[in-house]
Nanobody
């Protein structure tokens, strides 16, 4: 089974930028999309960005125009470029296919605070 490890989080000031990286232990199986999720304190996990195997990209409204999801050609590394961060973006960010039974990685924390 494919496992995921996220990195790149850290304390950032409002208005700042970060790039998160998701390293998969192997290529994502054919047909599966990949998503970036976040879970803020006391809230449910939400899907903020996804990219299909064919390259179709979707974002939740709250991050449109600020976040960019991308992947490498081997489909085993994914990135989430985040800009114009606000305290509302504070969360633990994780990568995971929106469908299918995969284990969750540890996530990476992104606190946005001055």
């Amino acid at each position: 089974q494919v496992h995921f490890v996220e990195s790149g989080g850290g304390l950032v000031q409002p208005g700042g930028s970060l790039r998160l990286t998701c390293a998969a232990s192997g290529p994502i199986p054919a047909g599966y999309a990949m998503g970036w999720y976040r879970q803020a304190p006391g809230k449910q996990r939400e899907l903020v960005a996804s990219i299909s195997r064919l390259g179709r990209i979707e974002y939740v409204d709250s991050v449109k125009g600020r976040f960019t999801i991308s992947r490498n050609v081997n489909n085993n590394t994914f990135w989430l470029q985040m800009a114009s961060l606000t305290p509302a973006d504070t969360a633990v960010y994780s990568c995971h296919p929106p469908a299918g039974l995969f284990s969750w990685g540890p996530g990476t924390q992104v606190p946005v605070s001055s």
